[in-house]
C-alpha cells in the first residue's frame, strides 16, 4: 500500500532547458555586490498554486511550458543579471555577480496528485518540496543557475509553478517585480502588456557598496561613547554579537557549539489573523489610552508574536531575548536609492530585553519599542550595518533567543497571474533560517496575516495557546 501511494505522489520531470535572453543586448561584465546581497546566497523557493479552472479545459502543458520559456526570454533581456552567476572576486574571495548570459533552468513536469488532496495550501507540505527544482550544489556557487522554475501540472488539471531566485540576485520587493514581469510577459491567458506600470530595474549596488560614501567604524570593535561625534552603531549587529556570547557562555564558552542544542527539526506552521482578530489587538492595545493610541498592524502583531514566542519557550527572566525585523533602506539612504533598485536593500532592526522584562511589557510599550527600533534605521545606520558585514561571514545558528521577523504584506505574491487570475496562494519553502516568522497577505482577506513560522517540537503548543488566545 505504501508503495503505491508513494507511486501516485511522485512528480515526473518531462522535460529541462536552460533559458537565455531573447538577445544579447548586454555585454558580459562583473556586477559588484553589496555586503547585503552576500548575506545569503542560496535560492529561495516559492510555489504558486492555480486550482483548476474551467479556462484551463483547453489548456496543454506544453502551451504553459513554452509560453513561460518566451516570457522568460523576454525578462531576461532588462534583468538580465538573473541568467548570470555569482563568482568569487579575484581580490578578497567574496561573491560578485557574473552577468555572463549563463541563463536560467525551468523544468516541466507532471502528477497524477490533485491539488485538493494537498488540505490547507497555507501549511507547509512536504509534498511541496517534489514542486520546485532543486539543482545540485557542490559548494561552488559559479555553477549554480541563479534563477530555476518547475511548473507542474496536476491530476485535476490545476498547475503549480514553483520558483527559486537567490537572494544574492533580489530581494523581496525585487523579487516581486521581476515575477510580475515574467507573468506579464508570458501572457498565458491574457494579451501582453501592462509592463509599463512596472519599474525598470536598476542593478548598479551603487551607494551600498563599501567605498562608495558608506565607509563607518567596524561596530564590533569600537568602544560605544555618549559624544555626539561617536559613530552610530548598528543596534541588530551589537545585539546579535551579544546574544551569540550569551549562548557561547551557557555552552562553555565553545562558539563552535552555538545554537547546537537549537539544531532540531523545525515545526513548520502557518497562523491565519483575520483582520477581525488583528483589529481587536489594536483595539485592546489602544483602550488602554482610551483610544488615543494607534499602531500598525506589523507593530502590533510583532509585539505578540514576540511576547507569545518568548514565553512559549520558558526561557530565564534574565536571559536576554531580541526581536529583529526588516526594514527597506530604499528610502532611508541620503540620497534615496533609485527607483527600481534591484539588490538588496534591507538591514535588520533589533529591539533587546530579558525574558522577565518582556513578559512584563504591556503590548503598548513593545510596540513603541518597535517603532522606535525602526525609525533609528537612518543614512548613518545602514553605514555601521554594510560596514559590519565587511568581515568573514558565516551561518548563523539557530538562537531560540532570537525572534526574526519578515514582513511580506506589502508584496502579495498571490497576486501574481501566470495563469488565469490569482493564484490560490504561493507558499515559501523552508528558508536558510527556519525559525524566521514571515507575514505574509492573506488571500482571503487583504487585511489578514498568514504568520509562517518555523517552531521547536515541545514550543509548538504553547506557542499556538499563547499566540491566539491573545488574539480572541
Not at 522554475?149 to 520587493?173: E, R
Not at 525609525?375 to 548613518?380: F, I, P, Q
Request: glycine content about 6%; charged content about 15%; hydrophobic content about 40%.
Amino acid at each position: 500500500m505504501a508503495t503505491q501511494l508513494e507511486n501516485y505522489q511522485t512528480v515526473s520531470v518531462t522535460k529541462t532547458v536552460s533559458v537565455h535572453p531573447k538577445a544579447l543586448l548586454h555585454p558580459q561584465k562583473i556586477l559588484s555586490l553589496s555586503n547585503l546581497d552576500r548575506q545569503c546566497p542560496h535560492l529561495m523557493y516559492l510555489v504558486f498554486f492555480y486550482k483548476p479552472s474551467p479556462a484551463y479545459k483547453n489548456l496543454s502543458l506544453n502551451l504553459v511550458f513554452s509560453s513561460l520559456k518566451s516570457g522568460l526570454e523576454e525578462t531576461l533581456l532588462t534583468w538580465y543579471p538573473a541568467a548570470g552567476r555569482l563568482c568569487p572576486n579575484q581580490g578578497d574571495g567574496k561573491l560578485d555577480l557574473w552577468c555572463n548570459n549563463d541563463g536560467a533552468v525551468l523544468v516541466e513536469a507532471v502528477t497524477h496528485v490533485k491539488i485538493s488532496e494537498l488540505g490547507d495550501l497555507a501549511q507547509y507540505n512536504k509534498f511541496f518540496e517534489k514542486l520546485v527544482y532543486k539543482p545540485v550544489f557542490d559548494g561552488n556557487f559559479s555553477k549554480m543557475p541563479l534563477v530555476v522554475a518547475q511548473v507542474t501540472k496536476f491530476g485535476c488539471g490545476g498547475y503549480s509553478i514553483g520558483i527559486g531566485v537567490s537572494h544574492s540576485l533580489f530581494d523581496g520587493p525585487a523579487s516581486y517585480d521581476f515575477l510580475c514581469a515574467w507573468a506579464s510577459n508570458s501572457a498565458i491567458m491574457k494579451g501582453k502588456g501592462g509592463l509599463d506600470q512596472l519599474q525598470q530595474p536598476v542593478h548598479e549596488r551603487g551607494k551600498l557598496l563599501v567605498g562608495n560614501s558608506l565607509q563607518a567604524p567596524n561596530i564590533l570593535t569600537t568602544k560605544s561613547s555618549k559624544s555626539s561625534n561617536s559613530p552610530t552603531r548598528a543596534a541588530a549587529i551589537d545585539h546579535l554579537y551579544q546574544l551569540i556570547m550569551q549562548a557561547a557562555a551557557a555552552d562553555h564558552h565553545n562558539l563552535s557549539d552555538v545554537g547546537c542544542s537549537s539544531q532540531k527539526s523545525y515545526l513548520l506552521r502557518t497562523f491565519h489573523l483575520s483582520s477581525a482578530m488583528i483589529e481587536s489587538l489594536k483595539r485592546k492595545v489602544s483602550g488602554k489610552r482610551g483610544g488615543s493610541f494607534s499602531c500598525s498592524s506589523f507593530e502590533v502583531v510583532a509585539a505578540h508574536l514576540w511576547k507569545s514566542r518568548t514565553r512559549a519557550l520558558g526561557l530565564g527572566k534574565e536571559t536576554m531575548v531580541c526581536l529583529q525585523f526588516a526594514v527597506d533602506t530604499r528610502n532611508k539612504i541620503v540620497p534615496p536609492l533609485p527607483k527600481g533598485f534591484s539588490g538588496n536593500a534591507y538591514v535588520l532592526a533589533s529591539v533587546a530585553l530579558t525574558a522577565g522584562a518582556l513578559g512584563e511589557e504591556s503590548h503598548e510599550s513593545i510596540v513603541e519599542k518597535i517603532r522606535e527600533a525602526k525609525n533609528s534605521v537612518s543614512n548613518d545606520y545602514v553605514k555601521a550595518y554594510v560596514e559590519a558585514l565587511e568581515g568573514p561571514q558565516a551561518t548563523l545558528p539557530p538562537l531560540m533567543e532570537l525572534t526574526l521577523v519578515s514582513d511580506w504584506t506589502r508584496m502579495p505574491f498571490h497576486k501574481i497571474s501566470f495563469l488565469h487570475g490569482e493564484a490560490a496562494y504561493a507558499f515559501p519553502l523552508v528558508p536558510p533560517i527556519p525559525h524566521v516568522a514571515y507575514f505574509m497577505q492573506s488571500p482571503a482577506d487583504n487585511k489578514a496575516i498568514d504568520v509562517w513560522i518555523g517552531l521547536l517540537p515541545r514550543a509548538l503548543n504553547s506557542f499556538s495557546h499563547y499566540f491566539l488566545n491573545g488574539l480572541q
